[in-house]
């Protein structure tokens, strides 16, 4: 028994399988960050005048600034990656995808760090409403960057097998963990200013 | 394409040896995974109605002893067999988790979604078969986490199946439980979300249009989408109320919090209503997510048993859609009675206003299709037969819980118990029995028993209705729900008061009307009798392989050349034409 349409695209639909299935993923990927988002917002347009605090006074803009440049990195090296695989350069794959990898490593230690910081002045979530969700959504995003490392762990390692006999569904794969990756990036595009300067 | 080949071979190959636990435990094929989620759910069902059966003695005869099984629920719930109120709202919370999240949902949709689209859209299986078995693993950790909450310090969750903060906030270790526990149900429906939608999309058979789709498949398409996109805001609220009760956050805590006699000593600030805007985000498409594959069953059924084509396929196909859409904006016509303001219940009361017009015009579109027909009253039919003036009272009674202005008098009485029983028990339920019945020969290639399948219905049928229509008029003589002594400590609802335990017989009468069921359930498997590939005479696809189907589905890969409901065709040899027959 064979699947159809998990490597070749579907004339009448224009998609392979993975393709549509990682967008799907994403879609609901938006609904839960959209649900912590709104839920940011509605919780601040109700707190009590004057008792929001401000993200700059209490978090550190150059390391996430610092962040931001890591992780966008991280999603040009992911293309490259899918790129080199295009054009059939198994060598430059490892490189550009072990490049995302590290990047992404990088990004965790930087946030690890952030979070020492805090605790070393006892700002925990329980103080107050804003660093509650602060650590939830960035929590719930670093969950994201490390469900990212061991998918593109296994693909540089591992699951590179795959390469050797199918050629064509491994960089489908590559492609749809790319998706995955850049919607991680763009979440934090979006959590960085929420968060920090607003 | 070469590897393509390799790969199908190599997993041909290694299909010969595949062990006892592959192929009925750790299986990825859709049919095993489809009956693996049909028995787990019914299990689940049967546990969900203890709970409720239980509870029914102390709504009859509050504060006297259980009988029979009174001791066994041990000193901290039942000391001396009687209940404490604090183990009632323990079954309450759990017996609306389980139906809903374990038992409807799951047979619903793993089941028959599972067992039949595959099988009707020509597909060999689904589209992920390894996310597919993941996805069944991950429900049923789900539910056993739930089902070990009872065990938890404090018992089970106890604040209602709705979870409402700040109550759940401050509630036992049971609620971290029950987080926890929809966490894993939530991932497992969104897997199979994904799985479903893109099977349906992409994995239909040559010739397989869209307007050519079974209705059922329709419903499958559309509940999947509302599982995709309206599950992940609850996870949301999972992830808020979780900190909140492990991490000390105050999301859903208000400042100023007093909890028996003490101030709470958090941060404050948090926004109670902001739990419900969640929750209600995705409950409310939830109630479609049951009914929706519901209505597709009854569809498939009463095409097949009228003989006829359906009335207005495409309208309904449209009203689905649209139905679909419009359930992510109702969701506030749960919160009239909130405090959030009259501009915004005005305009959740038009929004509920309108989606009952595609609801109305699927509904009246089945009833139409009696009209003329020479209807086989099989016990599939007299099912689907029973869904639609049990659904259309829950439908209709549902009208004024929707105008905010009636709401205020009639809500968190019985009277909404009454009216979403009815539209998921007698409504959803029948159909899923329904689909049972009908899709039994197709899954073991033996008919189950109509005998103790009519004695099952007409059972089934006066006792739940016994059950829910008392409700109604205890509801009116606002009768408030959740009432651990049945009403007996309020003035104003004395004169109702005699129906509790007439409610309560009909709810135990239901029980043991079950027990024909589960008889013929398993009578079946081995010794009903034997049918052919289309005992019905039906049209759709899943009726042109074996019954049992091999592996793989279909002999020869399926073409289709025609509708889905070609019955009757003037001048044909028989009076139903196969999809897949070339004109």
């Known amino acids: ?198 | 394409m070469d590897n393509v080949t390799t790969a199908g071979h190599a997993h041909a190959e290694h299909e010969h040896e595949l062990g006892f636990w592959q192929k009925y435990f750790f299986s990825q094929d859709h049919k095993v995974i489809g009956i693996q989620y049909t028995v787990t759910a019914l299990v689940f069902l049967l546990f969900g109605f203890f709970l409720m059966m239980i509870m029914r003695w102390q709504l009859a005869y509050p504060g006297q002893p259980i009988p029979v099984i009174g001791g066994l629920m041990g000193d901290a719930n039942a000391p001396g067999g009687i209940m404490l109120p604090e183990f009632y709202n323990q079954l309450g919370a759990m017996h609306g988790t389980i139906m809903v999240f374990l038992g409807v949902v799951p047979l619903a949709v793993g089941g028959f979604g599972n067992f039949v689209v595959p099988l009707q859209i020509g597909a060999p299986d689904m589209a992920f078969p390894k996310l597919n078995m993941a996805s069944y693993w991950v429900f049923l950790v789900g539910g056993l986490v739930m089902f070990a909450s009872f065990f938890a310090p404090g018992g089970a969750a106890n604040s209602g199946w709705t979870s409402y903060v700040p109550l759940s906030v401050i509630a036992t270790q049971g609620q971290t439980w029950w987080l926890i526990g929809m966490t894993f149900l939530i991932t497992s429906s969104l897997l199979g979300a994904i799985n479903f939608i893109v099977t349906m999309v992409q994995l239909r058979a040559p010739g397989l249009t869209w307007m050519r789709l079974p209705f059922f498949v329709w419903t499958q398409l559309v509940t999947a989408f509302l599982l995709l996109l309206a599950f992940p805001p609850l996870e949301a609220a999972a992830f808020l109320q979780l900190m909140d009760r492990v991490a000390g956050t105050s999301f859903f805590l208000p400042s100023g919090l007093v909890v028996s006699g003490q101030a709470l000593e958090v941060s404050g600030g948090g926004s109670a209503l902001l739990w419900q805007h969640l929750f209600w985000f995705l409950a409310h498409p939830e109630v479609y997510v049951l009914i929706l594959p519901a209505m597709g069953i009854v569809a498939e059924v009463i095409a097949n048993n009228t003989r006829k084509p359906l009335w207005g396929y495409r309208p309904m196909v449209y009203s689905l859609v649209f139905l679909g859409f419009m359930s992510f904006i109702v969701w506030a016509h749960h919160m009239f009675l909130t405090g959030m303001g009259t501009m915004i219940s005005a305009f959740f009361q038009t929004t509920t206003m309108i989606i009952s017009i595609p609801s109305i015009i699927i509904l009246s579109a089945l009833f139409i299709s009696l009209y003329g027909a020479s209807i086989r009253f099989t016990t599939p039919m007299l099912f689907a037969l029973a869904f639609l003036p049990m659904f259309g009272i829950g439908g209709l009674t549902g009208l004024p819980l929707g105008l905010a202005v009636s709401d205020i008098h009639l809500h968190d009485t019985l009277y909404v118990i009454g009216h979403f029983h009815y539209v998921v028990a007698p409504g959803t339920i029948f159909a899923l029995f329904a689909g049972i019945y009908y899709w039994f020969p197709k899954a073991t290639g033996r008919k189950m028993n109509d005998v103790l399948g009519r004695i099952h219905f007409w059972g089934s049928l006066v006792c739940m209705n016994g059950v829910f229509m008392p409700m109604m008029i205890q509801g009116l003589a606002g009768m408030n729900r959740r009432m651990y002594d049945g009403g007996i400590g309020y003035q104003h609802v004395q004169d109702v008061l005699h129906w509790n335990s007439f409610m309560s017989f009909s709810a135990w009468g239901l029980g043991l009307f079950q027990i024909f069921f589960i008889i013929n359930f398993f009578m079946s498997i081995r010794r009903g009798e034997k049918t052919n590939n289309n005992p019905w005479e039906a049209t759709t696809l899943e009726w042109e392989t074996p019954s049992p189907p091999p592996h793989g589905n279909f002999l020869s890969p399926p073409e289709v050349h025609r509708g889905p409901y070609e019955y009757s065709v003037p001048g044909a040899a028989t009076d139903f034409t196969p999809q897949g027959q070339r004109s």
Do not use: C, Q
Request: proline share 4%; aromatic share 16%; glycine share 10%.
């Open chain 1, 1 to 198: 028994m064979e699947i159809p349409y998990t490597v070749n695209t579907r004339a009448d639909t224009g998609v392979n399988n993975v393709k549509l299935g990682i967008w799907l993923f994403l879609a609901s990927e938006v609904m839960l960050f959209g649900g912590l988002f709104s839920s940011y917002v509605l919780l601040r347009v109700g707190a009590e005048p004057g008792t929001w605090p401000l993200g700059a006074e209490i978090l550190s803009i150059p390391l996430a600034t610092f962040n931001t440049v890591v992780l966008i990195t991280s999603s040009v090296t992911m293309v490259m990656a899918w790129a080199s695989l295009k054009l059939g350069d198994l060598g430059k794959y490892r490189l550009y995808m072990g490049s995302t990898v590290g990047l992404a490593l990088v990004f965790l230690v930087v946030k690890m760090f952030e979070y020492a910081d805090k605790f070393s002045h006892h700002l925990y979530p329980s103080e107050s409403t804003f660093l509650g969700i602060y650590f939830l959504i960035t929590g719930l995003h670093g969950l994201h960057i490390v469900g990212g490392i061991i998918v593109n762990s296994y693909f540089l390692v591992p699951g590179i097998k795959m390469w050797h006999t199918a050629p064509e569904r491994f960089t489908n794969r590559i492609e749809a963990a790319g998706l995955y990756w850049h919607f991680v990036d763009l979440v934090w595009i979006f959590l960085f200013p929420v968060l920090y300067l607003l």
